[in-house]
């Protein structure tokens, strides 16, 4: 039965019950067999076998069997095992040590050296919380040892950290692909230049700050130099294997030698091969791996089965119909849909994560592309560096909730929120240059499988 207003009651009860603190996958679920059995009911329940005769359990069941058949998210374990078996393996302690060296002489050497690592261990994991913990363990105390101001350090990391769901092969791009019903493979193709201008744009910030400020930064002691056949050595011991890895993997799918589920696999192969090379692969950090994997494929999962099952409901009740004619009954111009959408991105990554935005809200406006002319992946590729904000905005700011979790009392949380604000004026500062440069996103894609056509 259609009842826009039991549509728009039922989203803002979902808001309501997640800024509570409670469970998203299983809220979702709640929410869809709740107000589905409300909206798909026909009455005349007689016998206790009439309550189960309701479609929501059908709808839910088909959804359920949806998720498990959907190819695209093979690749979601196998991309997330391949990130946890690198983790485990060292590598990148040596890698940061050794890009540090390398950049000596440059301005905030550690500081550079741990956006490096983070874009390199983004690209082999894809797991913010995984990247900001591991280099706020590893990076934050040796910046902090070499005096450091522990803000500056802290939104180095932070920012860092969250190039993992822009960077391919990215966890988030894959969920983007299964929701809109678009090309992983052009979406990874899209992400490519937009998460290395991001990053470039943080290690052009953290230079010129610290050229102007040479004191939230110090240089390295030159007693702590070692000499310059060492570093190269180490870096390229460190740097090349897993650069080989991820280039093999992102190759492969970007030139359409392999579906992303089966350079996934082969990632996943190549991470236990690096740990073995490194020596440390064993068997409990095997085991860890798994149990990691397991546990963050499984919440994926039932957050698909649960915001398919309420995103139709809430369209069966009218409530994409309310919003659609809100949006078109302004009579907007393209440029300004795209403003107000990602505006409304922006405001909803105060108090909710990305996965939240991205299966609940995003698919709102996914039809409207089509009326707007809006390229699909160049509007993929605004929410990408958008949701960017979501780690970054407090009061939420997960990235920072996970730096303060492993700092304990070495910082105040206050004084993490203050470091990752630059780098929150430098995302929405890319959002406007690939706004007027769509060419950031789109050249690579139309070069590797032609001009897009609808």
């Known amino acids: 039965m259609t009842n826009p207003e039991v549509a728009i009651l039922m989203l803002c009860l979902f808001i309501g019950l997640v800024l509570l603190g409670f469970p998203i996958a299983f809220t979702l679920l709640a929410m869809g067999v709740g107000f589905g059995y409300y909206a798909y009911y026909q009455g005349g329940i007689e016998t206790l076998s009439d309550v189960f005769t309701n479609n929501i359990f059908y709808l839910l069941n088909q959804n359920t069997y949806s998720v498990m058949e959907n190819d695209t998210l093979v690749a979601i374990p196998l991309f997330l095992f391949m990130g946890y078996v690198v983790e485990r393996a060292n590598i990148v302690d040596r890698l940061f040590y050794s890009l540090q060296m390398a950049a000596r002489n440059l301005p905030g050497s550690m500081a550079i050296a741990a956006l490096i690592t983070c874009a390199v261990f983004s690209t082999a994991s894809g797991i913010v919380g995984a990247v900001v913990t591991l280099m706020g363990l590893l990076a934050f105390p040796a910046m902090a040892s070499a005096n450091y101001n522990k803000q500056f350090a802290s939104g180095v990391i932070c920012a860092g950290g969250t190039l993992g769901i822009l960077i391919p092969p990215s966890i988030m791009l894959i969920v983007y692909a299964a929701i809109a019903e678009l090309s992983p493979l052009r979406l990874y193709a899209a992400a490519v230049f937009p998460g290395l201008m991001l990053a470039g744009l943080y290690i052009v910030y953290v230079i010129a700050r610290v050229w102007m400020n040479p004191q939230i930064a110090p240089k390295p002691r030159q007693e702590d130099i070692p000499p310059v056949a060492k570093i190269y050595t180490d870096l390229l011991v460190s740097f090349v294997p897993l ?193 007027q440069f769509p060419g950031i996103a789109l050249w690579l894609p139309d070069q590797l499988f032609g001009p897009y056509i609808p």
């Open 243 to 435: 650069t080989v890895l991820i280039m093999l993997v992102l190759g492969s799918i970007l030139g359409g030698l392999a579906t992303p589920a089966e350079a996934a696999a082969m990632g996943a192969l190549g991470g236990l091969v690096l740990a073995a090379i490194y020596r440390s692969l064993t068997w409990r950090k095997v085991k860890e791996s798994v149990f990691l994997t397991a546990k963050a494929t499984a919440m994926v999962c039932w957050l698909f089965v649960g915001s398919w099952t309420f995103a139709s409901v809430f369209s069966y009740l009218g409530g994409h119909d309310v919003i659609e004619h809100w949006f078109l009954g302004m009579n907007l111009e393209p440029w300004q849909f795209l403003v107000m959408v990602q505006l409304i991105i922006f405001f909803l990554g105060w108090p909710l994560e990305w996965s939240e935005i991205l299966i609940i809200f995003v698919p709102i406006f996914l039809p409207m592309l089509d009326t707007f002319g809006v390229n699909p992946y160049f509007f993929a590729m605004l929410v990408a560096l958008n949701l960017q904000t979501s780690f970054l905005t407090p009061p939420m700011a997960m990235s920072a909730y996970y730096l303060k979790g492993v700092l304990r009392d070495e910082i105040e949380l206050v004084e993490i929120f203050k470091g990752i604000l630059p780098y929150l004026g430098i995302v929405i500062f890319s959002m406007v240059l690939m706004y």
